[in-house]
């Protein structure tokens, strides 16, 4: 008749402490058992505190990445106000009436008619426009008498319409 085998004499010694935990027998450890489990504790406890300090660090880059796109969104929003605007002028001069955009200047300097090389002085209080070359004073320029003026959809629009 053949010799039976036990169960537990196939397991390896960590096997058996391990089924005897489960069961509830509680065998004292030596020495060597406290270290070796021991061990693997502190693996896991570096590693879940790894997977904090990344968590940590994609909320924090996240929250960087929102500061930054939101400071560039106002930066952009403040020269958005700040910046003149072009407009839609018409313009007439001896019944010649024309359409033109105009780019105001930035600090004082002279604005710009988009389809002419010349500086264009923009004088609401006198409802004119004049037209200088360089090195011109305003007496000498071309005085246009200004009949409308539109703001910057409508010179967009007129823009994009005039383009080939």
Known sequence: MAKQIKKASLLSEADKQKLLKKAGNKKPLTQAQTTNTATP????????????????????????????????SIILLVAFILAPKPQLIEYQSAGLTT????????FGKPGVILDTNQRAVLA???QSLYLCFEG??????????????QGFIAAAIFWYSSQP
């Open 99 to 106: 359409q033109s955009v105009y780019m105001p200047g930035w």
């Open 41 to 72: 504790a502190v693996r896991t406890v570096t590693r879940s505190a790894t997977r904090l300090t990344t968590e940590e660090q994609t909320s924090t880059s996240t929250a960087k990445n929102f500061k930054v796109w939101a400071g560039i």
């Open 124 to 126: 609401e209080e006198e």
């Open 136 to 149: 011109q004073s305003n007496e000498q320029c071309a005085k246009y008498r200004l009949r409308k003026q």
